[in-house]
T-cell receptor
Framework: AQKVTQAQTEISVVEKEDVTLDCVYETRDTTYYLFWYKQPPSGELVFLIRRNSFDEQNEISGRYSWNFQKSTSSFNFTITASQVVDSAVYFCALSGMNRDDKIIFGKGTRLHILP | KAGVTQTPRYLIKTRGQQVTLSCSPISGHRSVSWYQQTPGQGLQFLFEYFSETQRNKGNFPGRFSGRQFSNSRSEMNVSTLELGDSALYLC???????????FGPGTRLTVL
């Protein structure tokens, strides 16, 4: 069975600090996708990134970076120089690559950036 | 390109009533999924429709049903509402499978 674990329920950091959100997944599939979504207070889930299991290269997008490690089944998300606007709930998700595969979400990490 | 739209954004109903929520996917997207989000249970998958056919279903009672029209718009219906149905209902669309899902703003349902 597939499972996504985000052990950090809630994190608070002071603005400009770096923060890492952890995501550990379980799957028997050899090929799969991993995702991160952001849910600001408005409620809409905003897509941040999709990674496929073939590609373990880390990705950087501005202040955001993602570290994918197949050996530890982890797909961690780091925000550098955090800002108040980064305050949100962040979800990690996993999906197989077959047509009927569902996307499995973790329970989310609520991130508070304190001014 | 317009994003996923959901109507209404807010709803207040009483126990025993039924409700219908609507979702319009991104143009060209043929798959629509529905999720229920509550503080205690997180994001829970309800069902997915692709080309008017239900492709996947989560573990929800039969009171929760859905359908998809030929233009890919989808509706979700909840009958005999219970207090525990109060939640944010999110709709997501994608081109096909497996593709990235893009979410709408949600419908916040309150059952009194």
């Amino acid at each position: 069975a597939q499972k996504v674990t985000q052990a950090q329920t809630e994190i608070s950091v002071v603005e400009k600090e770096d923060v890492t959100l952890d995501c550990v997944y379980e799957t028997r599939d050899t090929t799969y996708y991993l995702f991160w979504y952001k849910q600001p207070p408005s409620g809409e889930l905003v897509f941040l990134i999709r990674r496929n299991s073939f590609d373990e290269q880390n990705e950087i997008s501005g202040r955001y970076s993602w570290n994918f490690q197949k050996s530890t089944s982890s797909f961690n998300f780091t925000i550098t120089a955090s800002q108040v606007v980064d305050s949100a709930v962040y979800f990690c998700a996993l999906s197989g690559m077959n047509r009927d595969d569902k996307i499995i979400f973790g329970k989310g990490t609520r991130l508070h950036i304190l001014p | 390109k317009a994003g996923v739209t959901q109507t209404p954004r807010y709803l207040i109903k009483t126990r025993g009533q039924q409700v219908t929520l609507s979702c319009s996917p991104i143009s060209g997207h043929r798959s629509v999924s529905w999720y229920q989000q509550t503080p205690g249970q997180g994001l829970q998958f309800l069902f997915e429709y692709f080309s008017e056919t239900q492709r996947n279903k989560g573990n929800f009672p039969g009171r929760f049903s859905g359908r998809q029209f030929s233009n890919s718009r989808s509706e979700m219906n909840v009958s005999t509402l219970e207090l525990g149905d109060s939640a944010l209902y999110l709709c997501a669309s994608r081109l096909g499978s497996p593709d990235t899902q893009y979410f709408g703003p949600g419908t916040r349902l309150t059952v009194l």
